[in-house]
């Protein structure tokens, strides 16, 4: 058994806990995007350095998700939430005492860190205390309303305290919501941790972090250096060095840090797709929106976040109802809902124009919203789904890990594409809309392969593999 209660559970409760760490970490992500152009004026930073306030810490948290989740399998689960908890918030105290544009950045990487053992490890004990899989879909489609909840906050509130007290008040609202999570984790969330302790994948990990760095390196500086360049070439040859080498080297460990059988369940595998795609589609949005709205239309801060409340309001309807969904119906329907709505809204943004009517904007922000919001149940649904329990928090940490790979990759392509001279930037941005439309077919098809009846024999018989391996 490998939850071990120390006093009572109240399932609600604990995922309230959990909720507001996802809540502390999503809502910092959408504070700093509408911040960003005032720290552009405060550290008179280029494209790239804004790029890199947001790709450090998205860039270390895909790094180390995966690490957290196998330590908290180990060593406990509460006890690695709790660590990532007083990490978090200490490191959000530093951002805000920034005295230069590096700093900023390798405070956030410090952040990173400690939001690294937080929403993989909340998910492994929300799915430790949601057995019953109707039950824990709909925890999971309440888990998703946060984002979208956090994303109507987090604008408004870095809007609001961005003009009146200044950007580095931005980092001030995680000191209240850590210590309260602090505090209430302590005392109610139970300790559980996997029967069997898993080793320690440095190779892997190196790997995996060499891999993220030199591609998020060599997309984000390209413009710069030139993408024909002997050292961005060298990037990608690196970073595809490294995917080699570690699937090599994963499938000769007893215990990797990547399980690799994951992949061989369709639906485990595609969501791990439609999470990059997705994710990296949302992040680049967030990036070029608010330098669109702020930097182009000549909105204050404020303004850009209640021009951002149409997408949260229907990431908040749409997340639990896709949670709903799935306990009915399955994901093939929230799905292909999110991949038609990505699609529309993103053929929409693919005529922006500095002179684009707000109305305009507001529908293509509602109707990316409903996609948004659609797909998250399905991805955290399908990661956990159909995996030993045992096993949860290296699966979920795959999964966010895939998350805030596409984040990264979506931040460092779509300011790469808009730092092309020679067009204003709105024009800049139609390539990026253009990926967008892609990405959304892309989940539309991999929604249909995953669903299919030749999907759930194959997330049948990596289970059945997994816990027969599991038991040698």
Known sequence: MSTTVQRPVHPGLVLAICCTSLLMVSMDATIVNVALPSIRHDFAADTSGLQWVIDAYTLVVASLLM?????????????????GLVL????????????????????????????????????????????????????????????????????????????????????????????????????FVPESRAPRARRPDPVAQLLVLGTLASVTYAVIEGPHHGFHSPLIIGLFAAAGAAVVALVAYERTRAEPLIDMRFFRSAPFASATVIAVCMFGTFSGFLFLNALYLQEVRGLSAFTTGLYTLPLAV???????????????????????????????????????????????????????????????????????S???????????????????VGASLGVAIGGAIASVRGRGFAEATHPFWWLAIGSGIAVIGLGLLATSPWGERTKLATATLIEAGDAT
């Open 67 to 83: 690490l957290s989740g196998s330590i908290a399998d180990r060593v406990g689960r509460r006890r690695t939430f709790q660590t």
């Open 88 to 187: 978090f918030t200490l490191a959000s105290v530093l951002c805000s005492l920034a005295p230069s544009l590096n700093a900023l950045i390798a405070f956030r990487a410090l952040q990173a860190i400690g939001a690294s053992m937080l929403n993989p490890v909340a998910m492994s004990i929300i799915t430790n205390t949601f057995v019953e899989p109707k039950a824990r879909a709909r925890a999971i489609g309440m888990w998703g309303a946060v984002v979208g909840i956090s994303m109507a906050l987090g604008p408004l509130v870095g809007g609001g305290l961005t003009q009146t007290v200044g950007w580095r008040a931005i980092f001030w609202i995680n000191l209240p919501l850590g210590a309260a999570a602090i505090f209430l984790a302590q005392r």
């Open 314 to 384: 229907m990431t908040i309807i749409c997340s639990p109802l896709s949670g709903r969904l799935i306990g009915k119906v399955g994901a093939r329907t929230p799905l292909a809902i999110a991949g038609i709505a990505i699609t529309i809204s993103a053929a929409m943004l693919s005529q922006l124009e500095p002179e684009t009517s707000l109305g305009w904007l507001i529908c293509s922000y509602l109707i990316f919203g409903i996609g948004f919001g659609m797909v998250n149940a399905p991805i955290t649904n399908a990661a956990v």
């Open 386 to 404: 159909g995996m030993p329990r045992a096993q949860a928090g290296v699966a979920a940490a795959i999964a966010s890990t895939s998350r805030q």
